[in-house]
């Protein structure tokens, strides 16, 4: 005789429970395998706040000469508080340079923040206008 041990059915494995990603998940699974992107997403990162804290960083105001470098341009230099250098007025060209990443980033955003103003307006426009249009089709 068999015992009742052995003509049970076996016991099934528990189901694995298979979570859907969402689009978000999907594209930033997706883009944290592309190095090259992730890479120039670091140093755009860094770029920006380097413009946001151009005046935290910066050794000298964007308008400040120097007047033992006036009319003589500094090269870049190491040893000095100078790293990128003077230009003609003895400016330094590292403040300059992030007070100058500073202010394309406020343009930039400013554009595109109109740009997107100005495609939801004329989208809704269009919109609106179709909607207006439906119901005398209906009619007909």
Do not use: C
């Not at 870049?76 to 990128?84: C, I, K, Q, V």
């Amino acid at each position: 005789m068999t015992s009742a041990a052995e003509t049970a059915e076996p016991e099934a494995a528990p189901a694995l429970v298979v979570r859907s990603r969402g689009p978000w998940a999907q594209a930033i699974r997706r883009f944290r395998r592309q190095r090259l992107g992730v890479v120039a997403l670091v140093v755009l990162v860094l770029i920006f706040g380097a413009g946001a804290l151009s005046s935290v960083i910066a050794p000298y105001g964007y308008n400040k000469i120097s007047l033992e470098h006036f009319g003589t341009p500094q090269p870049p230099s190491f040893a000095g508080y100078h790293f990128f250098g003077t230009d003609d007025a003895g400016k330094d060209l590292l403040s300059q340079t992030l007070y100058g990443i500073r202010t394309s980033v406020k343009v930039a955003l400013s554009v595109a923040g109109l740009a997107g103003l100005i495609g939801i307006v004329i989208g809704a426009r269009r919109l609106l206008r179709q909607l207006d249009r439906q119901p005398a089709r209906a009619a007909r």
